[in-house]
T-cell receptor, first 115, second 115 residues
């Protein structure tokens, strides 16, 4: 009955590889997000999708490409991984782009480690 | 741009005592929402409490309460009767109320509850 689920939980890979992190939510929410939490625990938004439409795209290298096949899924694909990509990536979802009072529900995070 | 500042990187409190975590924010918006999230060592992001800026009454959730000072742009979290399970990182977050679910987080405060 997990609300927001991310896979994998841990990902260890070498520099230069391409990897994907998947996210699914079963809350019926129409907005999904990707956040990056660095080693200092600073949490920063990367992308936001509303009903498969990109609405937030922060200054993120274009090696990062989100893909939303439907409103319940928002996957994050990363090309040519670099050491600085090591972080914990959180997926989140909320109900309503207009309704700003709806809190975001987070997945458990994916710890990405680049060797 | 909205910024959220948590000036206390680390705090500790004895079990059963009360602790207050501070948060200030900067915005020109009049309609917005504020949140406190808890991140225990398990890495989950758990919503603790939220406050609508248009409400003067401070939000309360069991042992957690906030002191919302809109004019001062301050949003502190008070934890009463601290428990060992409260040990976690605590993040203050801001979200505009209009047409955008962009949530901005503070840098976090690491709280340790000592037995």
């Amino acid at each position: 009955d997990t609300a927001v689920s991310q896979t994998p939980k841990y990902l260890v890979t070498q520099m230069g590889n391409d990897k994907s992190i998947k996210c699914e939510q079963n809350l019926g929410h129409d907005t999904m997000y990707w956040y990056k939490q660095d080693s200092k625990k600073f949490l920063k938004i990367m992308f936001s999708y509303n009903n498969k439409e990109l609405i937030i795209n922060e200054t993120v290298p274009n090696r990062f490409s989100p893909k939303s096949p439907d409103k319940a899924h928002l996957n994050l694909h990363i090309n040519s991984l670099e050491l600085g990509d090591s972080a914990v990536y959180f997926c989140a979802s909320s109900q309503g782009r207009i309704l700003g009072d709806q809190p975001q529900h987070f997945g458990d995070g994916t710890r990405l480690s680049i060797l | 741009a909205q910024t959220v500042t948590q000036s206390q990187p680390e705090m500790s409190v004895q079990e059963a005592e009360t602790v207050t975590l501070s948060c200030t924010y900067d915005t020109s918006e009049n309609n917005y929402y504020l949140f406190w999230y808890k991140q225990p060592p398990s890495r989950q992001m758990i919503l603790v409490i939220r406050q609508e800026a248009y409400k003067q009454q401070n939000a309360t959730e069991n042992r957690f309460s906030v002191n919302f000072q809109k004019a001062a742009k301050s949003f502190s979290l008070k934890i009463s009767d601290s428990q060992l399970g409260d040990t976690a990182m605590y993040f203050c977050a801001f979200m505009k109320g209009s047409n955008n679910n962009d949530m901005r987080f503070g840098a976090g405060t690491r709280l340790t509850v000592k037995p």
